[in-house]
């Protein structure tokens, strides 16, 4: 098949891309590229548009207004040719729970015309991969949420996709469930698979991905890659300090000078600066004396909340 | 539709007979028993008393011969009714079955058309299987009452699809019991099944008339009786009507809801 990608190489293309519900704007016009063997995610608090964006990118809900392709083509003309050659694990899972684990697989592959002794083999190599081949007999019901939504990657990768897009892969899932799925994202990202996610979580975008936008109130406000936004919307370090609750309103204009930026938080008080420990020490020379201090590296968190506001309530 | 759409929506099918491989055994068993408990006690056992009253027949033949073609008719209703309320708002809503395979090649027309086309063979097969009992019974007495069984399919579609429709509107099924109990029980009691319509009062038999079932039950009636006139195929038209309105509907809402 041909492929004229009209912009050089980025399998996903959008400018102004829209999406509106009657009133609700749920995306309002963002710009992005992602390009192949990238990890990509949108960042952002629920309701930020992220969902409404990966379901344009899947295919599946029209864009309102702009431009979108996928894989070099337009969603609205090809997107049974386009899904072909993607893999989607939703927020929710899917799953057949009237078939069994390997049902599960090798109906889907059905889907995409997969031969049913390839289906079969494959089904049970993607088990394999996601750790779930003793349970292919099995019926889906019982498995534990982790294992779900392994088998919902492993469904998604059924047709060996170009993209594989998950929104939210990891939400609800314990700590151990995570790792395992981030290893296998991690291989897939090595083994040249294009993955493009949705997270709230900062650890799981600053593991996985190269790149990031983050997005709030349906646009996107920052991106670049993990390291580069922290750069340039946080420090160095971050030097916390709690105070005796009723004391923290009495801090105003205390700290100033000591950080580039501070943030007076209801719990903590936040000093974005180069070196942690000399603010604390300006804090100690200053005469006031916090209950407890911690000096870290900044993180993605630091950038998400600075961006984003500090109404987030997950 | 181009040859990848029939594969397409083959598919959708193919997943339903997986699915049904699991469950057949339970499914045949009460295609076969319902026929069999209503044919014995309301053709066998009401019937043995009216023929010893005073009218003997209805409509000229026996109790049994004038129940068992319009039950057969009544029962694809039924069906339609069960399939397409709770399984198919498991698949739009709590299950999200439809959204698994629109992440697929499938688009919504193929699984609106798989669905549609399970029901066909769904409502066959308890169509054979209530027709193989009326043949045991010794309801049948015609070669021409094998037609009975496409009448009785296109009726499960009558039903079947404008209720796959309004499925999709639902997001709660609490609307589905008042159906049954407003729509399809007074039908099924009513609708010329058990009793000639022409019974009935004026009113009701006007807006009976205006069913699919009444039709069906009519037309399916002289055909197992062996004289239907070539005119009865007129009976086709109302349910015809409301099958082709019913998928035309469908299409609506399930792209509505689907595509969001």
């Given at each position: 098949?041909?492929?004229?990608?009209?912009?050089?190489?980025?399998?996903v293309?959008?400018?102004?891309?829209?999406k509106?519900f009657?009133?609700?704007?749920?995306?309002?016009?963002?710009?992005?590229?992602?390009?192949?063997?990238?990890?990509?995610?949108?960042?952002?608090?629920?309701?930020?548009?992220?969902?409404?964006?990966?379901?344009?990118i899947?295919?599946?809900?029209?864009?309102?207004a702009?431009?979108?392709?996928?894989?070099?083509?337009?969603p609205?003309?090809?997107?049974?040719?386009?899904?072909?050659?993607?893999?989607?694990?939703?927020?929710?899972d899917?799953?057949?729970?009237?078939?069994?684990?390997?049902?599960?697989?090798?109906?889907?592959?059905?889907?995409?015309?997969?031969?049913r002794?390839?289906?079969?083999?494959?089904?049970?190599?993607?088990?394999?991969?996601?750790?779930?081949?003793?349970?292919?007999?099995?019926?889906?019901?019982?498995?534990s949420?982790?294992?779900?939504?392994?088998l919902?990657?492993?469904?998604?990768?059924?047709?060996?996709?170009?993209?594989?897009?998950?929104?939210?892969?990891?939400?609800?899932?314990?700590?151990?469930?995570?790792?395992?799925?981030?290893?296998?994202?991690?291989?897939?990202?090595?083994?040249?698979?294009?993955?493009?996610?949705?997270?709230?979580?900062?650890?799981?975008?600053?593991?996985?991905?190269?790149?990031?936008?983050?997005m709030?109130?349906?646009?996107?406000?920052?991106?670049?890659?993990?390291?580069?936004?922290?750069?340039q919307?946080?420090?160095r370090?971050?030097?916390?300090l709690?105070?005796p609750?009723?004391?923290?309103?009495?801090?105003?204009?205390?700290?100033?000078?000591?950080?580039?930026?501070?943030?007076?938080?209801?719990?903590r008080?936040?000093?974005?600066?180069?070196?942690?420990?000399?603010a604390?020490a300006?804090?100690?020379?200053?005469?006031?004396?916090p209950?407890?201090?911690?000096?870290?590296?900044?993180?993605?968190e630091?950038v998400?909340?600075?961006?984003?506001?500090?109404?987030l309530?997950? | 539709?181009?040859?990848v759409?029939?594969t397409?929506?083959?598919?959708v099918?193919?997943?339903?007979?997986?699915v049904?491989?699991?469950t057949?055994?339970?499914?045949?068993?009460?295609?076969?028993?319902?026929?069999?408990?209503?044919?014995?006690?309301?053709g066998?056992?009401?019937?043995?008393?009216?023929?010893?009253?005073?009218?003997?027949?209805?409509?000229?033949?026996?109790?049994?011969?004038?129940?068992?073609?319009?039950?057969?008719?009544?029962?694809?209703?039924?069906?339609?009714?069960?399939?397409?309320?709770?399984p198919i708002?498991?698949?739009?809503?709590?299950?999200?079955?439809?959204e698994?395979?629109?992440?697929?090649?499938?688009?919504?027309?193929?699984?609106?058309?798989?669905?549609?086309?399970?029901?066909?063979?769904?409502?066959?097969?308890?169509?054979?299987?209530?027709?193989?009992?009326?043949?045991?019974?010794?309801?049948?007495?015609?070669?021409?009452?094998?037609?009975?069984?496409?009448?009785?399919?296109?009726n499960g579609?009558?039903?079947?699809?404008?209720m796959?429709?309004?499925?999709?509107?639902?997001?709660?099924?609490?609307?589905?019991?008042?159906?049954?109990r407003?729509?399809?029980?007074?039908?099924?009691?009513?609708?010329?099944?058990?009793?000639p319509?022409?019974?009935?009062?004026?009113?009701?038999?006007?807006?009976?008339?205006?069913?699919?079932?009444a039709?069906?039950?009519?037309?399916a009636?002289q055909?197992?009786?062996?004289?239907a006139?070539?005119?009865?195929?007129?009976?086709?038209?109302?349910?015809?009507?409301?099958?082709?309105?019913?998928?035309v509907?469908?299409?609506?809402?399930?792209?509505?809801?689907?595509?969001?």
């Open positions: 098949m041909a492929v004229t990608p009209s912009h050089p190489t980025a399998l293309h959008a400018r102004g891309l829209t509106r009657k009133a609700l704007v749920a995306v309002d016009g963002i710009d992005f590229d992602v390009e192949r063997g990238q990890a990509f995610g949108f960042l952002g608090p629920n309701g930020a548009g992220k969902t409404s964006t990966m379901r344009m899947g295919c599946v809900s029209s864009p309102t702009g431009t979108l392709r996928v894989l070099g083509m337009d609205i003309v090809d997107g049974p040719r386009i899904r072909a050659r993607l893999g989607v694990v939703p927020q929710l899917t799953l057949d729970m009237e078939l069994h684990v390997d049902e599960n697989l090798i109906t889907y592959a059905r889907y995409f015309d997969i031969p002794d390839v289906a079969r083999r494959r089904a049970q190599e993607l088990l394999e991969f996601v750790q779930l081949q003793e349970r292919a007999h099995d019926d889906v019901e019982p498995l949420g982790g294992m779900k939504r392994r919902t990657i492993a469904r998604a990768l059924v047709n060996e996709p170009e993209i594989l897009l998950l929104d939210e892969p990891t939400t609800g899932l314990d700590p151990q469930a995570r790792h395992l799925v981030w290893d296998r994202l991690y291989r897939l990202k090595q083994q040249g698979v294009t993955i493009v996610l949705t997270t709230h979580y900062m650890d799981e975008a600053e593991q996985l991905c190269d790149r990031l936008v983050v709030d109130k349906a646009r996107i406000v920052a991106s670049g890659s993990p390291r580069s936004l922290i750069d919307y946080a420090t370090e971050v030097l916390e709690r105070f609750i009723d004391a923290t309103p009495a801090l105003d204009g205390k700290l100033d000078g000591i950080a580039q930026r501070v943030e007076i938080l209801p719990d008080v936040l000093l974005y600066a180069e070196d942690g420990d000399a604390a300006a804090v100690h020379q200053r005469g006031l004396q209950e407890s201090i911690l000096v870290r590296r900044s993180s993605l630091d998400f909340l600075h961006l984003t506001g500090r109404s309530i997950e | 539709m181009t040859g759409a029939v397409r929506t083959w598919r099918i193919e997943h339903h007979l997986m049904y491989r699991r057949w055994k339970g499914s045949m068993f009460v295609s076969f028993l319902s026929p069999i408990l209503f044919l014995a006690a309301m066998i056992g009401l019937g043995t008393l009216i023929a010893r009253g005073p009218v003997r027949t209805v409509e000229g033949v026996s109790y049994l011969a004038f129940l068992a073609p319009g039950l057969l008719a009544a029962t694809t209703m039924q069906t339609a009714f069960v399939e397409e309320t709770y708002i498991a698949k739009m809503q709590w299950l999200r079955t439809y698994g395979m629109l992440a697929t090649p499938l688009t919504v027309g193929n699984v609106l058309g798989g669905e549609i086309g399970w029901l066909v063979i769904r409502q066959a097969i308890t169509a054979i299987a209530f027709f193989a009992v009326m043949v045991v019974f010794g309801a049948i007495s015609s070669l021409a009452a094998l037609l009975i069984i496409p009448v009785a399919v296109l579609l009558a039903f079947g699809t404008p796959m429709a309004f499925t999709a509107t639902q997001r709660k099924d609490k609307h589905f019991p008042t159906i049954g407003f729509i399809i029980t007074p039908l099924f009691l009513l609708g010329g099944v058990f009793f319509i022409a019974k009935l009062p004026v009113p009701a038999q006007v807006i009976a008339w205006f069913t699919p079932l039709h069906s039950v009519a037309l009636r055909l197992a009786i062996g004289n006139p070539a005119f009865a195929l007129a009976h086709l038209a109302v349910p015809l009507l409301y099958a082709i309105a019913g998928i509907a469908a299409g609506i809402t399930f792209r509505r809801r689907l595509t969001l």
